[in-house]
């Protein structure tokens, strides 16, 4: 089997450090136990391997194509979707009479990991599909729930989510895609969007697409946006399909990885014949939208972590049995080369991969735990704290898994810029997480220009309690220096803060939000030097008395990956803390004709 993830670490994560087992006291997950989660697991584990992991590198060489009228996919794609949507994974989190599973988010997702690793090209279909589905669901009528979320979740109709537009990216507000209603009550779509995945394919027998679009004569700016269904064959309550509703495909877009989904151009209405029907209110189309965005910005940050942990272990296996060179203090040129571990350097770029991948992955599971106590228990503190953190999950996993990924191939050296070893696509994969779903720079200004503030800031607090829980909770010799340091560099974060909400009060939101990067990045850094704190303390708990070699192996690998975090990358928010408070003005004052 292809190493996906270690599932030594996966288990302590679960049942270790986010408890999973205790989830079972919430009704909602009453009917399951540790058993069921252990088998949906090794099910997830079975599938990603059989069917997702081999055709990997095939997808990538042979992506889709379009001749003009139909695009091509390789018929692997076809075998692994069925395999998911025949297991129920398209629908596992939701209600049995759905013929869901009542699946907590954090078995889901840590199912979801299994997949990310082997091969994220092809899963991505599905969990495009799932998000498209969820959102129906919550938000549509029962006629549109009844039409589409059945199909959807058996695998016959896909989904996707059709925001950006050519003249517009990110800047959704300023979308020209238009909606006229008609005398049906469905509405007429016209417009153009691009760079939607999975808008166009040859795996299932619809397409759902959500888009959204300005009603006629109303508003310009975000609240001008309603969110509509619009198939790509018209639709009948029982699930048969009419003809073509008009939406065309302009083109593929060819990515520089990921390239077994496809990227598409789409055309709505050319024809005047596209009908979209409107999901909940008009004008709050952003606002159903942003549950399946963050429902994506959580697995982006799952996949960039998953594909940055993919590489980790190929680069790991490959120094353990790749012989060269000798240890510095060894002068004998006659001693038989070590396997490239040994060395120092590679030991570090090791190190570093596995603090940033397994710290990234536990980022993702506490997200993933979050949304079951509030879902599961009503815990409106864990869904404030969720939001703040959003931005979080969706860009530390993003920004630092394709550093992962390139400290991978250089592990391997010229081996690893080749295509006859996995990571080299691993990179170029992960390059597209820092970019969708929102890029650095724009989570940076929800983080700071709006989630730290809401609710008076209780987001923040009710995070900084849990992080003083985690210090007083380090009482082993190992673990106190590193908690010592951590509540140093935490002051250092809670300071900073403060002076930038002053600054924002003050009214000098430019000054304030210039450098919002940094503290995104700030802020990551300190929530995963927390994980690693927690999940040291948690490896000594959990392996102190244990006599198993792997055990005593498992923690001490765990406290040394907590050490290296806090103790190198952690400090880096020195500087950053002394640009935020100085309100540094290089990068504002810089102007055009400058450059």
Request: hydrophobic share 40%; aromatic share 8%.
């Amino acid at each position: 089997m292809t190493q996906l993830i270690n599932d030594k670490d996966l288990n302590f994560l679960l049942y270790d450090v986010f408890k999973a087992q205790e989830l079972i006291q919430f009704p909602r997950f009453a009917e399951h136990d540790v058993e069921t989660f252990n088998s949906i697991l090794e099910t997830a584990h079975g599938i990603a391997n059989d069917f997702f992991a081999p055709h990997n590198a095939k997808a990538d060489h042979d992506e889709p194509s379009f001749d003009g009228k139909t695009v091509t996919t390789i018929a692997e794609v076809k075998t692994a979707w069925k395999q998911f949507a025949d297991a129920g994974l398209l629908c596992a989190q939701h209600e049995y009479e759905l013929g869901g599973m009542q699946l907590p988010t954090l078995i889901n997702m840590a199912a979801n990991a299994y997949f990310m690793s082997a091969n994220p090209s092809t899963v991505a279909y599905s969990f495009l599909t799932a998000a498209a589905a969820n959102v129906i669901q919550a938000f549509g009528t029962t006629e549109q729930k009844n039409t589409f979320v059945p199909h959807m979740f058996r695998g016959r109709f896909s989904g996707t989510m059709a925001l950006t537009e050519p003249d517009v990216g990110s800047s959704l507000g300023d979308l020209t895609t238009k909606a006229i209603p008609l005398a049906d009550g469905s509405y007429s779509i016209k417009g153009q969007k691009m760079f939607i995945s999975g808008g166009d394919q040859d795996i299932t027998e619809n397409i759902v697409h959500l888009v959204l679009a300005r009603i006629q004569d109303a508003p310009q700016g975000v609240k001008g946006i309603s969110l509509f269904i619009v198939p790509k064959f018209k639709t009948h309550a029982d699930g048969t399909l009419g003809e073509h509703n008009d939406v065309h495909l302009a083109g593929l877009l060819h990515k520089m990885g990921y390239r077994g989904t496809t990227s598409t151009v789409l055309s709505f209405g050319e024809h005047e014949q596209c009908h979209g029907y409107l999901i909940g209110e008009a004008g709050s189309g952003l606002k159903y939208m942003f549950k399946m965005m963050n429902e994506a910005r959580v697995g982006v940050g799952l996949g960039a972590a998953m594909i940055g942990y993919r590489g980790y272990l190929e680069s790991l296996e490959y120094a353990k049995n790749r012989p060269q060179g000798r240890i510095v203090s060894d002068k004998n040129p006659a001693a038989k080369p070590v396997n490239i571990i040994q060395h120092t350097d590679v030991k570090r770029m090791l190190l570093a991969q596995k603090s940033y991948v397994e710290g990234a992955l536990a980022l993702c599971l506490f997200a993933a735990r979050l949304i079951d106590e509030h879902q599961a228990n009503q815990n409106e503190d864990a869904a404030i704290l969720l939001d703040l953190i959003t931005p979080v999950v969706k860009s530390f996993p993003s920004a630092y898994g394709p550093k992962a990924n390139d400290l991978a191939i250089q592990v391997l050296g010229g081996a690893g810029y080749t295509r006859e070893y996995p990571i080299e696509q691993c990179y170029r994969d992960n390059r597209l997480n820092p970019i969708h779903e929102g890029t650095f720079g724009i989570q940076s200004l929800d983080l700071l220009g709006r989630k730290l503030w809401q609710h008076n800031s209780k987001g923040l607090i009710l995070l900084m309690q849990r992080m003083q829980n985690t210090i007083a909770e380090a009482q082993d010799e190992r673990v106190k220096p590193l908690a010592a340091l951590f509540q140093k560099h935490l002051a250092i974060v809670q300071a900073t803060t403060q002076r930038l909400g002053k600054v924002l009060i003050q009214g000098q939101v430019d000054q304030a939000l210039a450098n919002s990067a940094l503290y995104l990045d700030m802020m990551g850094k300190v929530i995963i030097s927390w994980l690693w704190l927690d999940m040291a303390n948690k490896a000594v708990a959990t392996f102190q008395q244990s006599e198993l070699e792997e055990d005593q192996n498992f923690m001490a690998g765990k406290l040394q990956a907590a050490q290296y975090f806090i103790r190198w990358e952690l400090p880096e928010i020195e500087h950053q803390a002394q640009l935020l408070n100085e309100l540094d003005d290089t990068c504002l004052n810089m102007q055009e004709s400058w450059f």
